[in-house]
């Protein structure tokens, strides 16, 4: 079956420094990798897209100079939080998929002090 | 306003029930997809559908992209049916990308 990992599953960071999240897919060829972040309202924020042999597009409020994302190939990506404050807090997640279906991984949740 | 709103945003169910969950899309959505979340925040794909209708055990889930609605329908609710429950609909486009709804977060009472 398919299936999304996610590393680390929590991380605390202080308030200005940086952290770095993986995401592993297994099982399918992760063509297209979204990486979201849940608030703790639980709504859901589309950060940025990357598709295989296309630009990353990011979302309107987030840029690739505060989450830079690697996509290097069909199984693994990463997303770093540069310079991370208190609103940046939430859950991570990792949506990937061999085309439009997305499979989640089970998140990294970010809390900075 | 939402571009994809659901509801109820919350539900309480007694073991055995049945019940079903909406979302309504203001976007031209061309799939849609369900998941349920657990307490620990992992998503559970539940379904992925084009225009039409698919069943899984207790679960039957509808999308009618004429209507822009999709429908989850829970049959003989059991205790583990408990989390959220979200609705994600992909807009097309070389960009394809879901748009999630806010949940229903549903309890499951013996």
């Known amino acids: 079956g398919a299936l999304v990992y996610q590393y680390p599953r929590r991380t605390i960071c202080k308030s200005g420094t940086s952290m770095r999240m993986e995401c592993q897919a297994v099982?399918?060829?992760?063509?297209?990798v979204a990486w979201y972040r849940q608030s703790p309202q639980k709504t859901f924020e589309l950060i940025a897209l990357?598709?295989?042999?296309?630009?990353?597009?990011?979302e309107q409020n987030f840029t690739q100079e505060k989450f830079p994302i690697s996509h290097p190939n069909l199984s693994f990506s990463s997303m770093t939080v540069l310079n991370a404050y208190l609103e940046d807090r939430g859950l991570y997640l990792c949506?990937?998929?061999?085309?439009?279906?997305?499979?989640f991984g089970p998140g990294t949740r970010l809390t900075v002090l | 306003g939402d571009q994809v709103k659901q509801s109820p945003s919350a539900l309480s169910l007694q073991e055995g029930t049945n019940s079903a969950l909406r979302c309504n899309f203001s976007?031209?959505?061309?799939?849609v997809q369900w998941f349920l979340q657990n307490p620990r925040g992992s998503l559970m794909n539940l379904f992925y559908?084009?225009?039409g209708t698919k069943e899984n055990g207790r679960l039957k889930s509808t999308f009618n992209s004429k209507e822009s609605y999709s429908t989850l329908h829970i049959r003989d609710a059991q205790l583990e049916d408990s989390g959220t429950y979200f609705c994600?609909?992909?807009?097309?486009?070389?960009?394809?990308?879901?748009?999630f709804g806010k949940g229903t977060k549903l309890s499951v009472k013996s």
């Open positions: 099982g399918f060829q992760a063509t297209s």
């Open positions: 559908l084009v225009p």
């Open positions: 949506g990937a998929g061999p085309e439009y279906e997305q499979y």
């Open positions: 994600a609909a992909l807009s097309g486009g070389s960009n394809a990308k879901l748009t």
């Open positions: 990357s598709t295989v042999n296309s630009a990353i597009k990011y």
């Open positions: 976007i031209a959505t061309t799939t």
